[in-house]
């Protein structure tokens, strides 16, 4: 079919899927996996696919935005959702999987695959003659980290995850929230207030220096830049130091009062929609359970629903949306892609889909196909869209949630409850993936007669 051959650099969930997806088109696959050689701070095992953290792929639901993205991903003969369901453990409404069945199983897919051949050890660059696609992860070892700094100007490659919570729109009440930029400035509105009394506030605080945080791992170092230092650590610096932080007041008038209010957070819109919007300096080391209920006790968002939480941890990726071509290609080196955790997706689920996404802009590159992404208002798409299409000052990983979809999916299905909408959602996107998934397959036929 090609002479070209393919390397894929690391054995996780995104290059696992890469590899299969490639090699069950006729492609020979090169799979470089650097464990157990060399072993990363947190892994134990050589095998693909290992899950160091959660054991969770995420909801099984249909209509909720990690079903869509498994949904799309099936349509693509996903390795990793194939194993998952072998592996499969009671969830609830989760797919959750045996973590050590899960692997083996994955790990036994690639290696009984007659176009992929494993090649043990680290590599630190590129192949020269051939496409090389990175998918290492938030782990990448340091000499391959080197390499990607150079390649991409060492202030884009991050080396700390800071993520903001989002939350759902239609869960904040706008009636405790204002509209306002600070000091009026801006064309227009763009971030909606949330404002403390005195007594909140305090409230608050108290339960902010109580709630119980994650702790480190131990190849964790608890060094953070300056714009990642967590709330709760900023907190425990003083009781007012929030209100000259991210929660300042300075330049805001809250309308209802006609005065500044004793404290605001500011949350940003996460489109164009504003479907969802993010805390605005709220990156935190909380636990999950005690984010919800903290943060709750914002007075706008008392009856908030998350979309995403938030968090800081070790990951290196780049600032995608500077740094990488609309097919996951790395700009300026034309042979080189990437996948996973590294292009700045969050979690095991977004890591394989983009895994996906970058093995099939690959095969079109190699059957010289012109490049076709799927359409933005499909999962897959937002979240393509996510890391290559966003302004790359505000650039931060993420998972996927309702909030990445494009804007244009609602203008048809105003008036809709929530969950009608997101029935509704569902349905057009996998409709929308499944016409992209055709068309792209009858055009490789139509070049090929393949």
Known sequence: MTSLRVHVVGGGLAGSEAAYFLAEKGISVFLHEMRPQKMTEAHQTGACAELVCSN????????????ILKSEMRQLNSLILRCAAESAVPGGEALAVDRNLFADHVSQALKKHPKITFVPGEVTKPFQDDITLFATGPLTSESLGSWLAKATQSEDLYFYDAIAPIVDTKSIDMESAFLANRYDKGEEEAYLNCPFSESEYQVFIDALLAGEKVPPKPFEKEKFFQGCQPIEAIASTGRESLRFGPMKPVGLID??????????????PENLAKTAYNLVGFQTKLKYGEQSKIFRLIPALRQAEFLRLGSIHRNTYVCSPKVLNADLSLRGHPRVYLAGQVTGVEGYLESAACGLLSASFILQRLLKQPHQAPPMNTAMGALLRHITGKNPDHFEPSNIHFGLFDPHFFQNMSGLKKDELRHSMAIQAVQNFTHWRIETEMNR???HGI
């Open 56 to 67: 969770s792929l995420k909801s099984l639901v249909p209509h909720s935005a990690p079903g």
């Open 255 to 268: 309308p209802k009062t006609g005065k500044r209010p004793h404290a605001v957070v500011q949350l940003r």
């Open 445 to 447: 036929k139509k070049i």
